[in-house]
């Protein structure tokens, strides 16, 4: 197998490097929202993309099922991490939404699930610390902390 190497992207994603068994480095990069690109990067200089392979959420398990991965245990569209009984996650707003729209103060989101919203991504931007009178609109992807039960809460009142 691979030594696969991975680099925490703030506020993108998590990239994951390899070099496969002929010296060409690749790799993959998985964006918050889900979204995956697939990265070819040139022999002689590491730095240089050759090629760049995006791929939707159904279009990566289509390539992962063709190369032979399982995806039983895929969390689809949930990014989380669990720290002694505190969890991040990523919430990416649908259009249409009640928090289409909305400010945060608006949708009361702490008061109603205990969770806190401390940043918004838009367009891969990231907005730290967003005020109350911040205006969610689709697209964005909320990164909020809480608990699991919390943040389950917090993604059912966005998601609608």
């Not at 400010?103 to 730290?128: F, H, K, M, Q, W």
Request: net charge negative; proline share 5%.
């Amino acid at each position: 197998m691979a030594d696969v190497r991975e680099t925490i992207l703030p506020g993108v994603g998590v990239r994951h490097d390899f070099t496969n068994a002929w010296g060409q480095p690749l790799a993959v990069l998985v964006h918050h929202d889900g979204r995956r690109e697939l990265l070819v990067y040139s022999e002689g200089d590491p730095d240089a993309c050759s090629a760049v392979v995006k791929l939707t959420n159904d279009e990566s398990r289509t390539v992962a099922e063709l190369l032979g991965a399982s995806t039983v245990t895929e969390q689809v569209g949930v990014v989380q991490h669990e720290i002694e009984g505190l969890s991040m996650e990523w919430i990416t707003i649908p259009a249409g939404v009640e928090a289409d729209g909305g400010t945060i103060g608006d949708g009361e989101y702490r008061t109603r699930t205990g969770t806190s919203i401390v940043a918004v991504l838009r367009d891969d931007t990231p907005i730290a610390a967003p005020p109350p009178e911040f205006a969610l609109q689709a697209g964005d992807t909320v990164v909020a902390i809480g608990t699991t039960d919390g943040l389950n809460s917090l993604r059912s009142i966005i998601r609608g």
